[in-house]
């Protein structure tokens, strides 16, 4: 790589892309970091890995992205995982005539926003799947809004290049096929009618998949390199197919599907949080224009449907709560319009205003209206009469 590529890189970062490991299989982690991120990409941000790697396990089938990005929801945490080849660093800079760091913030940028404004999938780990099923965009899908984030830093997370290992192949696998279970049951090959000396399938051994088999396949004869593949075929084909049969999570016309009152509304937003699960919010768009521009006040249907939202015990305090994080500019002139109080402070008040408004959802335990399950509850369940 030139010094030009390189510019904007920290020096020891630019020694380790510079001699990057290319015959080995080997990734690097690094740190990326921007500012001046909402609150939603903050914590995308926060979630994020990106690794360059020297090794793509599905290199062989046709038509491979410049990148891969998944996301892992389990334990430890979430993680929005982000894979870029060191070649392809090399020729997508060299194309757009920008700097490897360019590069990196674009692709490390894209998942940020995408799953930003995917977060009530991606955080109940509905993301892959519906990727896979193209029902919502790959995280690695809006380079140019990813390029937009503004300058970003770029620092090594660990010490240098490490093996890849299994679970960086199980993410590659789930960016092309979405969630799927992986037969990982030990290989062992048939015996080769002329064995070779040195060939560790010939000596009888079995291997861990699919990380071992895939490191061990390039020191194989010739007719165990053939067996090797096809199991490694056989298998994420087979996963594939399972993936295709038990989708995890809603289908894409499921998630399509509104309430009935809500199918003539100009707006409904969808809000999803962790302890109320999924809720739909009718005209929601209107009172958020409001909040934008609180000139808009002297519309007396806007400060009317507030008041709505305000009034109706249905409508949970998470909905105030969400325009108030939209548009905190525009919080206290709204409300003093509304409440005709001139001296009306959100922070000091608006508190009190909601426990008064809306005071049995304070009074109990808030419960989801709809909520996402994961795999292992929903197995749990199956078995309960």
């Keep these: 790589m030139s010094d030009a590529l390189l510019a904007d ?76 080849p060191v070649w392809s660093l090399v020729e997508s800079a060299s194309e757009r005539e920008v700097t490897v ?7 490390a940028g894209s998942a940020v926003t995408t799953a930003a404004a995917h977060e009530q999938f991606v955080t109940a780990q509905y993301h892959p799947d519906l990727a896979a099923q193209r029902a919502v965009p790959d995280l690695l899908a809006d380079l140019a809004t990813g390029a937009a984030m503004g300058p970003v830093t770029v620092q090594l997370k660990a010490a240098g290049w490490e093996d890849i290992g299994l679970g960086a192949i199980t993410d590659v696998v789930q960016h092309a096929f979405g969630p799927v279970d992986l037969d990982r049951s030990p290989v062992q090959l048939a015996a080769a009618a002329r064995p070779r000396l040195g060939c560790p399938a010939c000596e009888g051994r079995p291997f861990g998949f699919p990380g071992e088999l895939a490191d061990a396949r390039q020191g194989m004869c010739a007719a165990h390199q053939g067996g090797a593949q096809k199991v490694i075929s056989t298998r994420l084909a087979t996963a594939k197919l399972e993936g295709k049969e038990a989708p995890a999570g809603p289908t894409p016309d499921e998630l399509g599907q509104l309430p009935g009152e809500l199918l003539d509304a100009d707006t409904v ?19 958020d224009a409001l909040f934008a521009d609180p000139g808009l006040a002297r519309d007396r249907t806007r400060l009317a449907q507030l008041g709505g939202y305000l009034d109706d015990e249905s409508v949970s305090p998470l909905a105030i709560r969400r325009l108030v994080e939209r548009n905190p500019d525009g919080v206290d002139p709204v409300f003093r319009a509304l409440l005709r109080k001139p001296g009306f402070s959100w922070s000091r008040d608006g ?22 399950v994961g795999k292992r509850l929903i197995e749990l369940l199956g078995t309960t009469r």
């Design 351 to 372: 508190e009190k205003l909601l426990r008064r408004k809306k005071k049995p959802y304070f009074d109990r335990e808030p419960t989801p209206s709809v909520s996402v």
């Design 101 to 107: 760091a360019a590069v990196l913030g674009s692709m």
């Design 269 to 287: 937003a969808l809000i999803y949080d962790e302890v109320e699960g999924l809720n739909y919010y009718r005209d929601f768009g209107r009172l």
């Design 9 to 84: 890189l920290p020096v020891e970062v630019r020694e380790l892309l510079t001699t990057a490991p290319v015959t080995d299989k080997k990734l690097l982690e690094l740190d990326l970091a921007w500012s001046g991120l909402s609150d939603g990409q903050a914590r995308m941000a926060e979630a994020l890995r990106l690794f360059v790697i020297t090794w793509d396990p599905l290199e062989s089938r046709a038509g491979r992205p410049r990148g891969f990005a998944t996301v892992n929801a389990g334990a430890p945490g979430l993680e929005l995982a982000v894979y870029v």
